[in-house]
Structure formats: C-alpha cells, structure tokens
C-alpha cells in the first residue's frame, strides 16, 4: 500500500464513507430518521463498524487502477466479464454480510426474528454477534491480503 497514488487513496476513503453508510446508517450506529434499533448497540459493534467500513473502502480501492496513467496491456474482453466470480469477492461479500449481520439488532433483522422468535433472536442470535463480527472481518482482512499479495506478484501480459 506504500506504492499506492493519490487517485488510489482517494478512492478508498470514498469508498470508505460509502462502506460506512452502506453498514451504518440501516444497523443506526449511524443515527438518522429512516431507520430505527430496539435495543442499543454494545460498544463492541462501533469497533467492528468501523474496522469493517475501513478494511472494505481499502478493499474496494485495490479495484482502482493505481496510476491514471497507465494503459492496461490486457483489455477487458467478453470472455474476461464471463469468468466466475474470484474467492476474493466472495470473501468481500461474506466478510461484509457477516460484518452487517454482527452490527444489526438482533431483533430488528426481520429473518432472525422469523427463524427465531424475539426471544430466540435475544437469547440464540444476540450472543453469536461478536464471533460473525470477528468472522466477517477477518474476511475482509484475507480478501484484502490476497488482493494486495496478488498485485504486487502477478505477471504483466
């Protein structure tokens, strides 16, 4: 990350700002008139808010071309928009599913309260919180570690 452009930095606090909205303002660590909590959040979850709208903007930005300048050697082509979805965006959406799941309250998520029941949401889901928080974002960490192992030691065509 020492070699990134400005352009590449700017493009990971945007998408930070975006990651943070996206996970903050339906969960309401982010208060605002749209959404409403039940019960109020642990403290534990603005550390997991936080750590997973930085690890996913940072993520995102690997997806920026570094320098403008550049021209890629490799065009996207039909077959390249046709290949299966990489384990790296698989780790990004489960890292941040798991991420948005661990933040939420536990009986305001409309499908914990139909599987479980509002007791069950407090009493089963409630306590699990903080392991799919720690979950998700160890995730987003390996997708974000593979995405920039991979940067720096793939071959150019």
Not at 16 to 42: C, D, H, M, W
Not at 107 to 119: D, E, P, R, Y
């Amino acid at each position: 990350m020492r070699t990134w452009s400005p352009r590449r930095w700017t493009a990971a606090a945007g998408a930070t700002l975006i990651s943070a909205l996206v996970l903050g303002l339906p969960t309401e660590l982010i208060p605002n008139p749209i959404f409403g909590r039940q019960i109020e959040a642990p403290g534990w979850t603005y550390a997991a808010f936080a750590v997973s709208a930085v690890l996913a903007g940072l993520l995102l930005a690997t997806y920026v071309r570094n320098e403008p300048a550049e021209v890629a050697e490799h065009d996207a082509t039909d077959d390249d928009a046709q290949l299966p979805m990489g384990a790296d965006e698989k780790r990004f959406t489960l890292g941040g599913l798991l991420s948005f799941l661990a933040i939420g309250c536990p009986t305001c998520n409309k499908l914990v309260v139909l599987a479980l029941g509002s007791s069950g949401a407090l009493t089963w889901f409630e306590p699990v919180q903080p392991v799919l928080a720690v979950a998700g974002i160890v995730l987003l960490a390996e997708a974000l570690r593979r995405r920039l192992r991979s940067e720096v030691a793939c071959a150019v065509r």
